[in-house]
């Protein structure tokens, strides 16, 4: 445990932080989830767009970066076409 007030503070916004950041990496996974599933019927391009979204939205925020969000939005562009190609 920390002796000094500022490291007590950070050490409570952190938590914050973690938690709510980790609510949102949650979401993300499920929406990618979703995505993959609605691959190839009707709910396939809303759902590709839903998780888009998000995955941009949490970029944006700073809870991913940036390049992970383009790594993941193209993995699973790629995961789509294909799961709707077969």
Do not use: C, F, P
């Not at 007590?8 to 938590?15: C, F, P, T």
């Not at 950041?21 to 996974?29: P, V």
């Amino acid at each position: 445990m920390a002796n000094i007030k500022s490291q007590i503070k950070r050490n409570r916004q952190n938590e914050k932080r973690r938690l709510r950041n980790k609510a949102s990496r949650s979401e993300l996974r499920t929406r990618e989830k979703a995505a993959i599933e609605a691959a190839g019927g009707e709910n396939e391009a809303e759902s590709l767009k839903e998780a888009i979204r998000r995955i941009d939205k949490a970029a944006q925020k700073g809870i991913i970066h940036k390049n992970t969000a383009a790594r993941k939005k193209s993995r699973l562009v790629a995961k789509i076409k294909a799961a709707s190609d077969a």
